[in-house]
């Protein structure tokens, strides 16, 4: 086996006068074809992880893909989100979420940060309570503009 075929070129046969390019597949074997090539793509791991050692795992119940539990403490709190949570006073009379029924942050690593990115644009939590027709008009305004 010669350099030129280790390294699989592509190019013209020296020993030929034929200038159509021949190419000849590396071996099988030869790892120092693989070397050069950029890496497989990767899974974008700072999307999410699943801390399945956690005393709390699995946090919310039905789930059914991969647990995110990079938003643990949901960054919607403050901002209008289409979540199912029920509303409740605190102790100085502020309305607040419990979002015990809700798995939207939770709900496979792409599929929630996709989520989360997309509702951070809604506005400050106004202290509503949660309904479709809120949802429908949140949901409308932050969707992107059409480009032409
Ligand atoms: S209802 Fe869900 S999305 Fe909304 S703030 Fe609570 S956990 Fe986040």
């Given amino acids: 086996m010669t350099d030129s075929d280790r390294r699989g070129d592509i190019g013209a046969d020296p020993g030929s006068a034929d200038t159509v390019p021949t190419f000849r ?5 030869d790892q120092s074809q693989k070397d050069h090539l950029p890496p497989p793509p990767k899974p974008a791991a700072f999307k999410g992880f699943t801390h399945s050692a956690c005393e709390y795992y699995p946090c919310h119940p039905g789930v059914r893909r991969a647990f995110n539990c990079l938003f643990c403490y949901c960054p919607l709190i403050e901002r209008e989100c289409p979540g199912p949570y029920q509303l409740f006073t605190d102790a100085r009379g502020t309305p607040r979420k ?7 942050p939770h709900d496979g690593i ?8 997309r509702w951070l644009h809604a506005p400050a ?12 008009a949140l949901s409308q305004a932050l969707r992107p503009p059409v480009s032409e």
Avoid: V, Y
Wanted: proline share 12%; aromatic share 10%.
């Fill in 110 to 117: 792409a599929p929630s940060w996709t989520f989360i990115q």
């Fill in 98 to 104: 419990d979002c015990s029924a809700c798995r939207l």
């Fill in 125 to 136: 939590f106004g202290g509503q309570p949660q309904s479709r027709a809120r949802i429908r």
């Fill in 25 to 29: 597949a590396p071996a099988p074997e």
